[in-house]
């Protein structure tokens, strides 16, 4: 059974950093792309970034880009998100989700973890 | 980017009704469109991918139609835990996009 369970979820001031983890279970955790996506309080889905399987493509949406960087370890079954730079409307609750198929889509998601952005 | 028009953005039904979620994409995505379940506080569950397949373990009331730009989710027979927040997400092209999502809730 496919497991994923996401931490590292928290409080934090505006232009503070956090880094999340998603530790995966139930498959060859390297043979898969991984995603983080997000919801808002009351909002809606939001992709956020994916990483290949060997972890040497990545992609961002614009409103990450450059203040977040994706990045997983194999060895360990474990994704990340750094997040750096974080503001007020970066506070959501963060999925990961495994990418199936080609192209890929979201197949099995995480619990998820709520990150607050707030002085 | 590549958006995704969703409609309605909520909808009142009965059990036992057959309802219909439409998703409208700005531009061709191949076929490549999924539909996602979201219960309140959980996350979403993969129903429908490629437009029209259904994913393991999902009952057969739940199927998907459409090609080009215009895709549709249909419920052929409501059931109390069907009543839930329905999205539809294009994967032909990054960044990934939803559609705003369709409430379902009983009436």
């Known amino acids: 059974e496919v497991q994923l369970l996401e931490s590292g979820g928290g409080l934090v001031q505006p232009g503070g950093s956090l880094r999340l983890s998603c530790a995966a279970s139930g498959f060859t955790f390297g043979s898969y792309a991984m995603s983080w996506l997000r919801q808002a309080p009351g909002k809606g889905l939001e992709w956020v970034s994916v990483?290949?399987?060997?972890?040497?493509?990545?992609s961002y949406a614009d409103s990450v880009k450059g203040r977040f960087t994706i990045s997983r370890d194999n060895s360990k079954s474990a994704l990340f998100l750094q997040m750096n730079s974080l503001r007020a409307d970066d506070t959501a609750v963060y999925y990961c989700a495994k990418q199936v198929g080609s192209p890929g889509f979201e197949h099995c998601w995480g619990h998820g973890t709520l990150v607050t952005v707030s002085s | 980017d590549i958006q995704m028009t969703q409609s309605p953005s909520s909808l009142s039904a009965s059990v036992g009704d057959r309802v219909t979620i439409t998703c409208r994409a700005s531009q061709g995505i191949n076929n490549y469109l999924a539909w996602f379940q979201q219960k309140p506080g959980k996350a979403p569950t993969s129903l429908i991918y490629a437009a029209s397949s259904l994913q393991s373990g999902v009952p057969s009331k739940f199927s998907g139609s459409g090609s080009g730009t215009d895709f549709t989710l249909t419920i052929s027979s409501l059931e109390p835990e069907d009543f839930a927040t329905y999205y539809c997400q294009q994967y032909n092209s990054y960044p990934r996009t939803f559609g705003q999502g369709t409430k379902l809730e009983i009436k």
């Open positions: 990483i290949s399987g060997s972890g040497d493509v990545t």
